[in-house]
């Protein structure tokens, strides 16, 4: 069996800050519970699945098919990408130690302008985003596909995730897997260590 160990990350709430929680619904002047009861329950993942174009999401964002300026909420959601605390950090760290890192997300075409943004390109491979998939986590062919196309046993591969049911997913597919909890990146050093991807 190869001793190859290859990282796959979360983006969303794990690397880079997800502006869904709090830009989104403040450039509606909402907060979050009324944005989720104002929305449309499906648009989004068409949209993270490849299924619809940006101008159909935004088109359905709201289940009253409301008009809201298109650009200016896109430019909004841009500016909110940054990396979250330890991750730009820690991707560093990995990549001088050689470890091989994977983009593993559920995001639509936005992805681009995550990347426009802060070049997350620089530490990790974009490979594996559910909008060129057509596969959303917590779907297990999601994690079987990434391992397939690494041409590596699941076993082989280290899953990191803020979200408890993909990183479920991720231990049936056969992967190890890391919980990032509230503490965030800082806090799971320790198990990042153990696995030998960082130093203590």
């Known amino acids: 069996?190869?001793?190859r160990k290859v990282v796959l990350w979360d983006v969303m709430g794990t690397l880079v800050r997800d502006p869904f929680h709090s830009v989104m619904p403040a450039f509606f002047g909402m907060n979050f519970d009324e944005m989720l009861q104002s929305k449309d329950r499906f648009a989004w993942i068409d949209f993270e699945l490849g299924l619809i174009s940006e101008e159909e999401f935004l088109t359905k964002f709201f289940s009253d098919r409301r008009v809201f300026d298109f650009g200016a909420f896109s430019e909004t959601v841009e500016h909110a990408y940054e990396f979250l605390p330890g991750a730009q950090e820690t991707l560093v760290e990995m990549q001088k130690h050689g470890i091989e890192m994977h983009a593993c997300s559920n995001y639509p075409n936005?992805?681009?302008?995550?990347?426009?943004?802060?070049?997350?390109?620089?530490?990790?491979?974009?490979?594996?985003?559910?909008?060129?998939?057509g596969l959303r986590?917590?779907?297990?062919?999601?994690?079987?596909?990434?391992?397939?196309h690494l041409r590596l046993p699941p076993?082989?591969?280290?899953?990191?995730?803020?979200?408890?049911q993909n990183c479920e997913a991720a231990l049936?597919?056969?992967?190890d897997s890391l919980h990032l909890g509230a503490g965030g990146i800082p806090?799971?050093?320790?198990?990042?260590?153990?696995?030998?991807?960082?130093?203590?």
Not at 113 to 125: C, Q, V
Not at 137 to 148: I, Q, S, T
Not at 155 to 164: E, G, W
Not at 187 to 200: F, M, P, Q, V
């Open 172 to 175: 049936r597919a056969g992967m």
């Open 187 to 200: 806090a799971i050093r320790e198990d990042l260590a153990s696995l030998g991807l960082i130093e203590t």
């Open 137 to 148: 986590k917590p779907d297990l062919r999601f994690f079987f596909h990434a391992a397939d």
């Open 155 to 164: 076993q082989s591969c280290v899953f990191i995730d803020d979200r408890m």
């Open 1 to 3: 069996m190869s001793a």
């Open 110 to 133: 936005w992805y681009r302008r995550i990347e426009r943004r802060i070049g997350l390109s620089r530490y990790l491979n974009w490979s594996f985003v559910s909008c060129e998939m």
